[in-house]
């Protein structure tokens, strides 16, 4: 029996007393950690912010600015910041004593979604090909030279990617993409920097697109020759020819002849 054995007696009686100090050390450090001893008096920025405000950073996390130190809630204050318009992602994390320090990734715009947007707002691509709206009265003044994509819902990386390579596609007519369209149909079409307008049309084989921007800057000299304006319109839907449209006055000719008998 253990009250015959002096030895283990002592040897639970040292055990119970400890658990007993753990204990009550547990319950004075969340006491502590409780008290609003050490509030959160400073919120640091990593980095400098270009188009984030500092007003809107500070009504996203006021909500979640509470308790002390110890039990704010960091991922409330991350979700807070990251529902600001500009911003792309956020990082908090404990600073010091009473400190934090927000890490924060603007989103970083490189085509217009469309025309997409309630009125006064507007929707941009990022470079995941995202979305996200943000007030045209925060847009910068060089945003309107970014190109326009648009399509079906859920197709931004497909014409990011496409923007991209028919991009440099592009480069040997020194030619450049301002609008990128997929229809509901699933039909492409492009304008380019000098107004003209080239119609893909459906992808009846795989890269069928691709083939036709290759074939576009293929005759642009042609297209081109030595005329003072550039084609209201170039359509490559036809297997065995290119209608070309150019302003009135611009040329006589309707129509260019093409190899591309036999192409979709």
């Given at each position: 029996?253990?009250?015959?054995?002096?030895?283990?007696?002592n040897?639970?009686?040292?055990?119970?007393?400890?658990?007993?100090?753990?204990?009550?050390?547990?319950?004075?450090?969340?006491?502590?950690?409780?008290?609003?001893?050490?509030?959160?008096?400073?919120?640091?920025?990593?980095?400098?912010?270009?188009?984030?405000?500092?007003?809107?950073?500070?009504?996203?996390?006021?909500?979640?600015?509470?308790?002390?130190?110890?039990?704010?809630?960091?991922?409330?204050?991350?979700?807070?910041?990251?529902?600001?318009?500009?911003?792309?992602?956020?990082?908090?994390?404990?600073?010091?004593?009473?400190?934090?320090?927000?890490?924060?990734?603007?989103?970083?715009?490189?085509?217009?979604?469309?025309?997409?947007?309630?009125?006064?707002?507007?929707?941009?691509?990022?470079?995941?090909?995202?979305?996200?709206?943000?007030?045209?009265?925060?847009?910068?003044?060089?945003?309107?030279?970014?190109?326009?994509?648009?399509?079906?819902?859920?197709t931004?990386?497909?014409?990011?990617?496409?923007?991209?390579r028919?991009?440099?596609?592009?480069?040997?007519?020194?030619?450049?993409?301002?609008?990128?369209?997929?229809?509901?149909?699933l039909?492409?079409?492009?304008?380019?920097?000098?107004?003209?307008?080239?119609?893909?049309?459906?992808?009846?084989?795989?890269n069928?697109?691709?083939?036709?921007?290759?074939?576009?800057?293929?005759?642009?000299?042609?297209?081109?020759?030595?005329?003072?304006?550039?084609?209201?319109?170039?359509?490559?839907?036809?297997?065995?020819?290119?209608?070309?449209?150019?302003?009135?006055g611009?040329?006589?000719?309707?129509?260019?002849?093409?190899?591309?008998?036999g192409?979709?």
């Amino acid at each position: 029996m253990i009250w015959n054995r002096p030895d283990l007696m002592n040897r639970l009686a040292s055990l119970l007393w400890g658990l007993g100090l753990l204990l009550i050390l547990i319950t004075v450090v969340l006491m502590v950690i409780r008290l609003p001893l050490i509030p959160v008096r400073d919120v640091f920025l990593a980095k400098p912010l270009v188009r984030v405000q500092i007003e809107d950073i500070r009504a996203g996390i006021a909500p979640a600015i509470g308790g002390n130190f110890f039990t704010v809630d960091l991922k409330a204050i991350r979700q807070g910041v990251e529902r600001q318009p500009w911003v792309y992602r956020a990082d908090v994390r404990r600073q010091g004593l009473g400190s934090l320090a927000l890490d924060i990734d603007e989103q970083m715009p490189v085509a217009r979604w469309g025309s997409e947007g309630e009125r006064g707002f507007s929707v941009w691509l990022n470079r995941d090909g995202e979305t996200f709206e943000v007030a045209d009265s925060t847009l910068p003044k060089d945003m309107g030279t970014l190109p326009v994509l648009h399509g079906p819902l859920d197709t931004g990386n497909d014409l990011m990617a496409r923007y991209v390579r028919y991009s440099a596609q592009l480069q040997p007519t020194g030619r450049s993409i301002r609008q990128l369209d997929q229809s509901s149909r699933l039909s492409w079409s492009m304008r380019l920097d000098n107004g003209t307008r080239v119609e893909l049309g459906r992808e009846r084989t795989l890269n069928g697109a691709d083939d036709l921007v290759a074939t576009f800057v293929q005759l642009y000299p042609q297209l081109i020759g030595n005329r003072a304006v550039p084609p209201i319109v170039v359509d490559l839907r036809y297997p065995a020819g290119v209608a070309v449209r150019y302003p009135v006055g611009g040329t006589s000719s309707s129509s260019t002849p093409s190899d591309r008998k036999g192409k979709s």
